[in-house]
């Protein structure tokens, strides 16, 4: 497990070297193309140097993924336009938020939303903040391999599918509000420092192909052939940065 936390506001030379000092690992940032809250170039090169990873995350509005696949689509690209501007490499992993109390009805929605934010970010892995239920949810679907859980709105439920956990919001230290995570592996992260693990096939590509073996190891009878088609799916999820099932 490692420590990290998530802010709204800019770190600078003095904070960003404190809560290294303070044993913080990363730091989550809006990978936004606007506003007081976005990450830039000058700032990731001084989380970078200040021995943080960064984890980026895509919100404009708290519920902007009840837009579905249009906004899906619109919000992928504007990511990796900023994510090329602020020097994130590709293979690591854009985030997006559904930052409210998403219920059941809405689920198809947001999977259709984190869908199409997928299809136009393939260069980078895809991944989803939310509550249990919108974890859950979103991994059922396989449409992203990254999954980033708040306590909030999980009514004490913890997925066994999370590699980041927000577990405490609006904290003050070092004189910036911030909420506590903490993580588990394959998160995702960069800095401008060390290239990530990269891919060699698509989450797309990979999520097209599997069905096929799943309708071969449906057609057989065979353990022996089952347990390779179930081994075939998994070598197209490890390739495309997926976990195994």
């Known amino acids: 497990m490692t420590k990290g936390f998530d802010c709204s506001t800019p770190l600078t030379a003095q904070t ?57 689509l619109a919000d992928g690209a504007a990511a990796i336009q900023v994510a090329g501007k602020v020097g994130q490499p590709v293979g690591s992993c854009i985030y997006f938020a559904v930052d409210f109390n998403a219920t059941s009805s809405q689920m198809p929605t947001i999977i259709a939303y984190m869908q ?11 991944g989803v903040y939310g509550s249990y239920a919108v974890i859950e949810a979103v991994q059922k679907a396989a449409v992203c391999s990254h999954y980033w859980q708040t306590y909030a709105w999980s009514n004490g439920n913890k997925s066994t599918y999370a590699n980041i956990y927000q577990n405490l919001n609006d904290v003050i230290e070092h004189g910036i509000a911030i909420d506590h995570d903490e993580s588990y592996g394959n998160e995702g992260w960069w800095n401008t420092k060390v290239a990530p693990i990269t891919y060699p096939l698509t989450i797309s590509d990979a999520n097209l192909l599997i ?35």
């Open 16 to 72: 960003a070297p404190a809560f290294a000092q303070d044993g913080y690992m990363f730091v989550a940032r809006y990978l936004v193309p606007s506003g007081v809250k976005a990450l830039t170039k000058t700032e990731a090169d001084l989380i970078s140097n200040s021995a943080l990873n960064i984890i980026s995350v895509f919100e404009t509005t708290s519920d902007r993924a009840l837009g579905g696949r249009s906004a899906g």
């Open 116 to 126: 199409a934010a997928s299809e136009a970010t393939p260069n980078y892995t895809t």
């Open 211 to 245: 069905p096929f073996l799943s309708a071969g190891y449906t057609a057989t009878s065979s353990v022996a052939a089952q347990a390779e088609f179930h081994r075939l799916a998994n070598v197209l999820r490890k390739a495309s940065g997926q976990p195994e099932q």
